[in-house]
């Protein structure tokens, strides 16, 4: 393909939403309903169902269903908590909010995610979970965290937000009752979206009303049926809450975007191969590992690492020159414990890290950037996005 400049700017991704999506928010507003209400209920239904859990609480954001997530197992201060710095920050936020300690093992170089090898010298007594990160979309390795969680008396709650609709050993993510809790989310760059939105999954019944009540004032039993006519008049405030809840607003959006996740999915997933064929001859290109085939990847990021010594340049000057010339990329992500606040977390929790660091962290937070994947994306963009790429590496 001859390099033609794109006239307008291509975005890494961007959500896909239709007319049965306007026309269910239209019908909310004319209702006269728009916030918690019958629509939220159905939604919590359909993610039950779609999930194969018992429950599934929809909430204001994926990080809001992680803090109180952190609340209800009753994370205490000092406790600590295994995860990965290759995720987005709310992994570790959440748990330092609670007063716990987020404590990082390095991820394995081929899939970006947590590596379970790594996750047993990072236990302690205040050792109370682990957090897995679905990072990419890809499944991380769940059995090798459940036994190591077993042996050692600890919970897992499987950080799902990027993963909605992968599966792993023929269930869908975060349905397995070895994990205590998952989280999914429906932020508009995720598989599917509710503008902002999350939701917490999980088998037990005995966490329901707590996680009900913590996402809404504190307030025992769904405040919104008091509304109605044959609801009680009175509330009565169990403890402090947050103001969390789910819209129907955004229900309209998520009970049609639910039916068309697997739709969406697949299409993401023809999009990545593709990108892979198109992609595979590039000297100085790392491209992603597409999943072991008894799990089911759901492609919610193609991230691919430059090697800055082939390419003779570093990933920010690739990122800028791609920008330049109309084509968006997002950095999933720079490791969690460089950012500001947490090199002085760590340099004051010295303990919370590896002896030996977090290198392959580092080596690929320097290294890797997302192209655009999205399942609207067509055919002549991606075209465009690799002809981009050739073009920049050509011109150097
Ligand atoms: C998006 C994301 C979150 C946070 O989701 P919100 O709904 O935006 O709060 C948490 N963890 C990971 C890995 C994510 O990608």
């Known amino acids: 393909m001859t390099y033609v400049r794109r006239e307008t700017f291509l975005p890494f991704t961007r959500p896909v939403i239709g007319p049965e999506e306007i026309e269910e928010m239209i019908d909310s507003i004319n209702s006269g309903w728009i916030t918690t209400g019958p629509k939220s209920a159905k939604f919590e239904e359909e993610l039950a169902l779609y999930n194969g859990v018992k429950h599934c609480l929809a909430m204001n954001s994926a990080t809001t269903a992680q803090e109180i997530m952190l609340q209800v197992l009753g994370l205490q201060s000092g406790d600590e908590v295994i995860t990965t710095a290759m995720t987005w920050v709310s992994t570790l936020s959440t748990v330092v909010l609670q007063?716990?300690?987020p404590v990082l093992a390095d991820i394995d170089p081929k899939t970006l995610n947590i590596d379970p090898t790594r996750i047993e010298e990072m236990i302690t007594p205040r050792t109370r979970g682990i957090i897995p990160v679905h990072l990419t979309g890809l499944p991380a390795p769940m059995e090798a965290i459940w036994q190591i969680a077993a042996k050692h008396g600890l919970w897992v709650i499987e950080d799902a937000a990027q993963a909605m609709g992968a599966h792993y050993t023929g269930k869908k993510i975060g349905s397995d009752p070895r994990s205590i809790?998952?989280?999914?989310?429906?932020?508009?760059?995720?598989?599917?979206?509710?503008g902002e939105?999350?939701?917490?999954?999980?088998?037990?019944?005995?966490?329901?009303?707590?996680?009900?009540?913590?996402?809404?004032?504190?307030?025992?039993?769904?405040?919104?049926?008091r509304f109605a006519k044959d609801g009680s008049p009175h509330t009565e405030v169990m403890e402090p809450g947050r103001k969390a809840n789910f819209m129907d607003l955004q229900a309209s959006l998520g009970?049609?975007?639910i039916k068309r996740l697997d739709g969406f999915n697949a299409r993401r997933g023809e999009l990545f191969h593709r990108y892979l064929e198109l992609l595979r001859d590039i000297d100085g290109l790392m491209l992603p590992w597409a999943g072991d085939p008894i799990h089911g990847h759901c492609f919610h990021l193609f991230v691919l690492r430059i090697r800055p010594e082939i390419l003779g340049m570093d990933r920010d000057t690739?990122?800028?020159?791609?920008?330049?010339?109309?084509?968006?990329?997002?950095?999933?992500?720079?490791?969690?414990?460089?950012?500001?606040?947490?090199?002085d977390y760590y340099a004051n929790h010295p303990h919370a890290l590896p002896e030996d660091g977090l290198p392959h962290s580092e080596w690929s937070g320097e290294r890797l950037m997302s192209i655009p994947l999205w399942p609207g994306l067509t055919e002549e963009d991606q075209d465009q996005v690799v002809a981009t790429i050739k073009q920049v590496i050509a011109k150097r």
């Open 99 to 101: 007063g716990g300690v």
């Open 181 to 194: 809790m998952s989280v999914y989310s429906f932020h508009p760059n995720k598989n599917m979206t509710t």
């Open 197 to 225: 939105g999350g939701a917490i999954a999980l088998h037990e019944d005995r966490f329901v009303d707590r996680i009900k009540r913590l996402r809404f004032h504190g307030i025992e039993k769904d405040a919104w049926k």
């Open 255 to 257: 009970l049609h975007q």
């Open 318 to 343: 690739f990122v800028q020159a791609l920008k330049d010339e109309n084509i968006g990329t997002g950095i999933h992500y720079r490791p969690a414990h460089i950012h500001a606040f947490y090199r």
